[in-house]
Nanobody
């Protein structure tokens, strides 16, 4: 069974950077889509970014475009989210997710089959 474990969250000042990691175990994920989501206090889960390993296609939400970058390491079975120019409104629990299917709906949380436990990101003003 696939398992995803996020790491790299923490407390950072506004304008700072963090890099989140999501390590997958149980199988290689070369053929699939990996995505990042977040859920802030009192808010719905929001899609942030996704990457399809086989096609190289990427998706970014408007709220993070130009600030966040998704990347993958096939050798390490890990997907990353580099977050720059962080803002207080970026404060949330961040989740990675794995879409085991072949359709490209990167922003739809219901397309994803496996989820990590989440990592807290707090941005102070």
């Amino acid at each position: 069974q696939v398992q995803l474990v996020e790491s790299g969250g923490g407390l950072v000042q506004a304008g700072g950077s963090l890099r989140l990691s999501c390590a997958a175990s149980g199988r290689t994920f070369r053929r699939y889509t990996m995505g990042w989501f977040r859920q802030g206090p009192g808010k719905e889960r929001e899609s942030l970014a996704a990457m399809n390993w086989s096609s190289g296609s990427t998706y970014y939400a408007d709220s993070v475009k130009g600030r966040f970058t998704i990347s993958m390491s096939n050798a390490k079975n890990t997907v990353y989210l580099q977050m720059n120019s962080l803002k207080p409104e970026d404060t949330a629990v961040y989740y990675c997710a794995d879409d085991l299917g072949s359709r490209w709906y990167p922003d739809r949380s219901d397309e994803y089959d496996v989820w990590g436990q989440g990592t807290q990101v707090t941005v102070s003003s």
